[in-house]
């Protein structure tokens, strides 16, 4: 038995699955109104997390630089 496509939104959101994958979360998602429904709540979740990644980093930064 295949794993559900609903399983796949946050990894589609983040762009980390397959091409395979991918192409077939698109098609679910075309005919899923509760997927759609959650990837448009984790549509700022990519850009979020680099912002804590850079803010993190810049912390990092100037707790390395001599004060």
């Known amino acids: 038995m295949l794993p559900s ?3 796949d939104v946050a990894a589609y959101a983040l762009g980390v699955l397959d091409e395979e994958d991918h192409e077939t979360f ?3 998602l ?3 109104e509760e997927c759609q429904v959650e ?3 984790l549509t700022e979740v990519p850009g979020l997390l680099d912002a ?3 803010d ?3 912390t990092l ?3 390395r ?3």
């Open 5 to 7: 496509p609903h399983h």
């Open 26 to 28: 698109q098609r679910h």
């Open 30 to 32: 075309m005919t899923c």
């Open 39 to 41: 990837l448009r709540e």
């Open 52 to 54: 804590v990644k850079r």
């Open 56 to 58: 993190r980093s810049n």
């Open 61 to 63: 930064d100037d707790d």
């Open 65 to 67: 630089t001599p004060h």
